[in-house]
Every structure is written in structure tokens, then in C-alpha cells.
């Protein structure tokens, strides 16, 4: 029998979101939303000059599983390059499809349970999917003003 889909560990993670509000000026910000229940995860981003994640804020309107696993995110973000985000995103959704190995990503096997739960990864992605997307586009923003100053 598989575990609980929200077990305590799940539920605490969802009610303590770190960054849990959005940067005032980004330079980078990305929204996704998952079709199948609603949710929704905007995640702001600002990079320190070595191209690594230096500010991340978050708005989080999703199910306890979107809300975890933004948890997750947020508490590991700053400090990653846009192409860390890409690859965790990219291990993250193999993982969850039963195609590749668990995420390195701190605290990530506490989502364990979902991977029986096929109809749950687009919220479990939200985060990670947004942080990717967010981190490019300040990366993105910040080649710009390099170029033009």
C-alpha cells in the first residue's frame, strides 16, 4: 500500500512557504498554472552579478502540493544559476513520470507518495517549472543590460 498523499510532512511544508511574496522590481518573472486544478505559482527572481539566483519571491495560490513543493523550492533556490533550475526541473519531471532518478533537491523525496498519483505532478511541477522560466528571463534581462548598458 502506497504512503498518505498528504502526510504531515507535506502539510507542514505547504503552510511554511519561504520568499512568500513577490519581488518589487524583478528581472525575471514567470507564472505557470496547472490546468487539472487551478493552481497557480508566479516566481520572481533577481540574479547577483555571478549569473546565480540572489532574491527569489513567490506567489503561491495552489493545493497543498503546490504549496509544498514551492516550500521546496524557495528554500533552496538562491544560490542556483538559471541552468541548475532547468536541469531540476527537467530531473524533477522525469522523476515524477518514473523515468529518471529522484531529484538531488533538498527535501525532495518528503513527495514521494505523489508518484502514485499521476494527476497531481502538473501541481508538484509549478514551482520548479516557474523558477526555470523566471531565472532565464533575468538572465535573459541581464545580457540586455549588459550589452546596452
Known amino acids: 500500500m502506497s504512503a498518505p498523499l498528504y502526510n504531515t510532512d507535506i ?8 520568499f512568500h511574496q513577490r519581488l518589487p522590481n524583478p528581472q ?3 507564472e505557470r498554472r496547472s490546468p487539472i486544478c487551478g493552481s497557480r505559482v508566479t516566481v520572481d527572481v533577481n540574479l547577483a552579478p555571478d549569473g546565480k539566483v540572489a532574491e527569489v519571491g513567490l506567489l503561491v495560490r495552489a493545493c497543498a502540493l503546490g504549496q509544498a513543493s514551492s516550500s521546496l523550492l524557495a528554500a533552496a533556490v538562491v544560490g542556483r544559476t538559471p541552468a541548475e533550475l532547468a536541469a531540476e526541473r527537467d530531473t524533477l519531471t522525469a522523476w515524477l513520470a518514473r523515468e529518471g532518478a529522484q531529484p538531488e533537491w533538498p527535501g525532495v523525496a518528503v513527495l514521494a507518495p ?10 508538484i511541477r509549478l514551482a520548479f517549472e516557474a523558477a ?7 538572465e535573459q534581462a541581464a545580457m540586455i543590460e549588459a550589452t546596452h548598458g
Do not use: E, M, N
Open 11 to 18: 502539510l507542514r511544508l505547504a503552510a511554511s512557504i519561504p
Open 28 to 30: 525575471g518573472s514567470a
Open 114 to 123: 505523489v508518484l502514485d498519483y499521476p494527476a497531481r505532478h502538473a501541481s
Open 132 to 138: 526555470a522560466a523566471a531565472a532565464a528571463a533575468a
